[in-house]
T-cell receptor, first 114, second 114 residues
Framework: SQKIEQNSEALNIQEGKTATLTCNYT??????LQWYRQDPGRGPVFLLL?????KEKRKERLKVTFDTTLKQSLFHITASQPADSATYLC?????????????FGAGTRLAVHP | DAGVIQSPRHEVTEMGQEVTLRCKPI?????LFWYRQTMMRGLELLIY????????DSGMPEDRFSAKMPNASFSTLKIQPSEPRDSAVYFC????????????FGSGTQLSVL
């Protein structure tokens, strides 16, 4: 069955450092991959989308890579700030079940310490 | 612009009762998704609609769950009868037409079944 794995343990880093979060998947061939941010008590908020034919995408301090051979995406936050503390979810879409069907990983909690 | 609106924000009910969750997607969006989030299972896709038509309901746990979308501006998720294991946060999300695949989530309904 389709499986998406994200680091289950929280990632603790110092302010100013680069945070790197990992998303691995199996038994799935997504057309695109997305990253969302979720704060406690709120719904997820879209951050970035990367398609299967793209290797890397950037947006301000965020960078996403997508390796369809390794079946892995890396999400980087450079110059991290305490305000970046949240849970980050990766999501795969465009596979079986319809192009718009989006399946989420369990998320990784990031804590940025001053 | 108003985002995705869900109601109620919180629902506490007793086992065996009927529960109806409501969602108003963003105007102009033509895809609507219902997700359930728990600590154990993360964010699970229950069902999604495209142009008011259910496309994939393979995530609906069992016959106790049903979803409708009578028009482009309203959807309901009903649980009858409810059970304690249904306790979770239920999110509704919508996305616009034209190949823009990112989802806009509501604030969720926290459901507690006693």
């Amino acid at each position: 069955s389709q499986k998406i794995e994200q680091n289950s343990e929280a990632l603790n880093i110092q302010e100013g450092k680069t945070a790197t979060l990992t998303c691995n998947y199996t038994n799935y061939s997504p057309a695109y991959l997305q990253w969302y941010r979720q704060d406690p008590g709120r719904g997820p908020v879209f951050l970035l989308l990367i398609r299967e034919n793209e290797k890397e995408k950037r947006k301000e301090r965020l960078k996403v890579t997508f390796d369809t051979t390794l079946k892995q995406s890396l999400f980087h936050i450079t110059a991290s700030q305490p305000a970046d503390s949240a849970t980050y979810l990766c999501a795969l879409g465009g596979g079986t079940g319809g192009y718009n069907k989006l399946i989420f990983g369990a998320g990784t909690r990031l804590a940025v310490h001053p | 612009d108003a985002g995705v609106i869900q109601s109620p924000r919180h629902e506490v009910t007793e086992m065996g009762q009927e529960v109806t969750l409501r969602c108003k997607p963003i105007s102009g969006h033509n895809s609507l998704f219902w997700y359930r989030q728990t600590m154990m299972r993360g964010l699970e896709l229950l069902i999604y609609f495209n142009n008011n038509v259910p496309i994939d309901d393979s995530g609906m746990p069992e016959d106790r769950f049903s979803a409708k979308m009578p028009n482009a501006s309203f959807s309901t998720l009903k649980i009858q009868p409810s059970e304690p294991r249904d306790s979770a946060v239920y999110f509704c999300a919508s996305s616009p037409p034209g190949g823009n695949e990112k989802l806009f989530f509501g604030s969720g309904t926290q459901l507690s079944v006693l």
